[in-house]
């Protein structure tokens, strides 16, 4: 396997766009090399910026033929990929390539929504570098991306005519929009790719000029977004049958099917008009529609496929049989799984067979699930596997954490309990404020169980080192006080009454658990739970944990608190250096709603008040004795601080890659 360039290091820079409030990235760093070999990469803050000169040209494995595009005439029109048959082909001058190895994009950065498309033209190039020494062939996004997206991507391509980066565009309805508006959207995407598009910036859509033609490596389009049963009620109106030039739907089209035909056929109008034809498809979502029920006509050589979301957490059967059922449906029509993947997260949101829950994995082990599922994706001969994503998403929500956070600030922190927030093959590592120091919270030499400790706050943890005295206690614990005014039971393994929230560690067994007041469990929010259902605490107190399931209801321990370095497994928070004891405290473990503005989640009956919490004061506890060392703090913060690097495992995805191509 082939070395990644050691660095590549960017600067500071301003934000430009203004619903994070001054956030702006201090750092990029994807330490490639560092990360496949275990190790862990220092922050890089205010770094120099490097030259990247010698990333953007990537050398082929050694026997691979080319991938550069070898276009078709079909019927007048220019096609770089066509999907029939059951066969998706892309025209290259090694031949036709029918399996793509792909990444979703996403379309922003740590301390962003993603309607504010964050991602500069920087981040772009390094992306698509990494992008191919991954062994990634295409690269699928979900809205129009800014007009630096596109000049960064043919710029590539130009630099590597042999190992380019195929796109697969996305048209992105309008929030809200009706029929015209998303048609006006299809034209925007269709001059975009094209370079010649010019307009202004909007809420959620980007602005600007487009002048990079990308249209040579244009693979295909996914238009629309997933329809959930409202939304598709609210389609399924009066919608007369297709009869288009290029698309139009069989008798048994339910109306959102004959709408999406129409916006099909509209499309492709646009687009042949610039003498090109590409396979179109439409984003097939929970209220699952039927590809086979829009058709092409002859006169759209490209044709169209079907695109899924196949996730193996939300299948009750293998994954296997689950991808050959697709694949037996679709019949004629190509199958591309456009969304797969697993988290590497502490917290999970389902369980999955076979171990492939959503989260509840090292990075390891979820590169190694992934890189295995993309190898079975095409093994049951599907077109296609796109994993998702790039890189983690600070602002994602997942159902069993979304209603324990202020979703208005969500993006300004990191949560490694929430699944969907760690989905990338980029870890998005949390870097705290260059100006942010470490805390003293007691030196006293000869103190005990603990000499000193020290703390430090970043977007993602409360860390702290604890110099323990000696003798060394084989059992200590953690008691947190978030909220001073909250009085009531002793923390388990203390006699501190103020404590909210608590880690008991065993430094003989190396196990722990975490555990918050009955005020800040935020496990009723999501699902009423019998007491039975939930695991053994002291009275007033519960262990934290996740509602996976609702029917039955299944819980999983996230308290469980893992022992070892994060290079060891990146969902351990605590292991000892020599007699320091080093722990990393997520906030959702303290029971914040969001730690940048200093806010706790207390649960009200099935409402989640938000109240103020001055710092995190720590007392250490053991064998009877409670030593108070001091209160942690921190300045609010609207701008988070983050540095990138690959995910260690990540070299067996790219194994996988270069496998299946």
């Known amino acids: 396997m082939g070395d990644f360039p050691s660095h590549l290091v960017r600067a500071p820079e301003q934000p430009r766009y203004g619903r994070a409030k001054a956030t702006a990235i201090v750092g990029l760093m994807l330490v490639m090399c560092l990360a496949l070999a275990g190790a862990t990469p220092r922050p890089v803050v205010h770094a120099p910026a490097m030259s990247i000169a010698g990333l953007e040209t990537i050398s082929s494995p050694p026997g691979e033929s080319s991938w550069a595009p070898l276009p078709e005439i079909h019927r007048g029109l220019r096609t770089v990929a066509t999907a029939g048959k059951g066969r998706f082909a892309l025209h290259t001058a090694g031949g036709d390539r ?337 100006d942010a120091t470490n805390q003293y919270l007691i030196d006293v030499e000869g103190a005990w169980p603990a000499r000193r400790v020290t703390a430090r706050v970043d977007e993602s943890y409360v860390r702290l080192r604890i110099a323990l005295g000696h003798p060394r206690p084989s059992a200590l614990t953690l008691g947190f006080d978030v909220l001073p005014w909250l009085i009531g039971r002793p923390a388990p393994g203390t006699g501190n009454r103020n404590a909210d929230a608590a880690f008991a560690l065993d430094l003989v067994s190396r196990s722990g658990q975490a555990y918050l007041r009955d005020e800040l469990d935020p496990v009723p929010l999501d699902q009423p739970t019998p007491a039975v259902a939930r695991g053994p605490a002291a009275p007033g107190w519960k262990p934290f944990e996740l509602v996976v399931d609702r029917a039955p209801i299944e819980i999983q321990n996230a308290g469980a608190l893992r022992y070892g370095t994060p290079d060891q497994d990146s969902r351990a928070l605590w292991y000892l250096d020599a007699d320091d004891l080093v722990v990393r405290v997520p906030w959702a473990l303290l029971g914040y709603a969001d730690p940048s503005s200093h806010r706790i989640g207390v649960r009200r009956g099935q409402m989640l008040i938000e109240q103020f919490s001055p710092g995190v004061g720590v007392v250490v506890s053991a064998a009877g004795t409670d030593q108070t060392t001091g209160e942690v703090n921190w300045v609010n913060w609207n701008r988070p601080y983050y540095t990138e690097r690959l995910k260690h495992g990540a070299n067996q995805f790219r194994d996988a890659a270069l496998d299946v191509t």
């Open 98 to 434: 029918t399996f793509l190895p792909g990444v979703n994009l996403g379309s922003t950065t740590p301390g962003h929504q993603p309607g504010e498309l964050a991602i500069d033209a920087a981040q772009y190039r390094s992306w698509f570098a990494a992008m191919g020494w991954l062994g990634i062939r295409v690269v699928r996004v979900y809205p129009i991306h800014p007009p630096a997206f596109y000049q960064e991507l043919a710029r590539y391509n130009a630099a590597n005519p042999d190992r380019p980066l195929y796109l697969m565009q996305g048209v992105y309805p309008p929030d809200g929009s009706a029929t015209p508006a998303f048609q006006q959207e299809l034209r925007d995407a269709a001059a975009a790719v094209a370079g010649a598009l010019v307009r202004k910036p909007q809420r959620g859509r980007a602005g600007g000029t487009w002048t990079a033609d990308v249209t040579p490596w244009l693979a295909g389009w996914i238009i629309g977004a997933e329809f959930d049963q409202p939304a598709t009620d609210r389609t399924n109106q009066a919608q007369p049958a297709v009869h288009g030039r290029y698309f139009g739907n069989t008798v048994d089209a339910t109306p959102t099917e004959r709408w999406l035909a129409a916006r099909m056929d509209e499309l492709a109008t646009v687009v042949a008009q610039h003498g090109l034809s590409q396979p179109i498809a439409f984003v097939n979502g929970p209220t699952p529609l039927d590809p086979n029920h829009i058709r092409p006509t002859s006169a759209w050589p490209a044709g169209t496929f079907a695109s899924y979301s196949a996730y193996p957490y939300l299948q009750t059967d293998p994954y296997a049989a689950h991808l050959a059922a697709l694949r037996r449906h679709d019949g004629d029509t190509p199958t591309l799984i456009t969304e797969f993947g697993v988290p590497s997260s502490i917290g999970s949101a389902h369980n999955g067979p076979l171990g492939r829950s959503q989260g509840d994995h090292s990075e390891r082990d979820a590169m190694q699930i992934d890189a295995d599922l993309l190898r079975m994706i095409k093994q049951q001969g599907l077109s296609a596997g796109f994993l998702q994503s790039w890189a983690d998403e600070w602002y994602a929500s997942a159902w069993n954490t979304g209603k324990h956070q202020d979703a208005e600030r969500r993006q300004l922190w990191h949560d490694p309990l929430t699944s969907t927030q760690n989905v990338g093959l980029i870890a998005m590592d949390a870097a705290g404020s260059p």
